[in-house]
């Protein structure tokens, strides 16, 4: 895939990538603001709305649940489209761009997938495209640069961990208070020992 310097479409949010995307991982900021958007805990988004995706080892990596025969994302509604599109993940702001370096590099390289938008618009740098896809972009780039950073030291995570991926999981996604400050509470649950064992 080529790298690109700028992109010229509007999403038109006809849903099509929507679809066959049972592979959508989340962040425990997705977490967060997609339990905040919908008024239910975070335990509560993370049993309704995810599971457990198996290419991440022992890591508990939790990705967006798919339904029925095309693995729709269990939060498309046919009718008004994604039902949380204000708090939508990284990686369905930022689609159709696949990031071509590490996340955690400071100029990321992107390329492009496939989209079916018709809006076509003056090309505009890829930067300013995803600043413009999302108010969550530029509000967490420091924590998100930071939990990519500890991500590639924790999924290396060991089946010597005594620690049950259960135990991990509630860690990492659900012990939030989201009246409270959110970068803070993620950092005091990930600087806990029981990851670093
Ligand atoms: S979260 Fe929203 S934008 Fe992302 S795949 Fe699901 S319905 Fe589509
Ligand atoms: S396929 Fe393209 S136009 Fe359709 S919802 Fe996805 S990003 Fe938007």
């Known amino acids: 895939m080529l790298s690109i310097e700028t992109i010229k479409f509007k999403c038109d949010r006809c849903g099509k990538c929507c679809k066959h995307r049972g592979d959508i991982a989340l962040t425990p900021m997705d977490v967060f603001q997609i339990s905040k958007y919908l008024g239910c805990s975070c335990e509560e988004t993370v049993r309704k709305y995810t599971r457990l995706s198996h290419r991440h080892g022992n890591f508990p990596q939790v990705v967006i649940q798919g339904e029925g025969k095309q693995s729709t994302c269990i939060f498309y509604d046919r ?12 990686q369905c702001y930022m689609f159709p761009l696949v990031p071509l370096t590490a996340s955690t590099d400071p100029n990321p390289k992107f390329g492009i997938r496939e989209c079916y938008s018709k809006s076509m618009t003056e090309p505009v740098p890829v930067q300013e495209w995803i600043r413009r896809s999302s108010d969550r972009y530029e509000s967490e780039k420091e924590i998100f640069h930071w939990y990519m950073e500890i991500l590639s030291g ?4 060991s089946e010597d961990n005594p620690n049950s991926k259960d135990q991990i999981k509630k860690l990492l996604y659900c012990e939030y208070d989201l009246s409270k400050d959110m970068e803070e509470q993620i950092k005091q649950n990930l600087s806990k020992k029981i990851f670093y064992v």
């Open 79 to 90: 009718r008004i489209g994604c039902k949380i599109y204000p708090v939508r993940p990284a």
């Open 154 to 157: 924790l999924e290396r995570f």
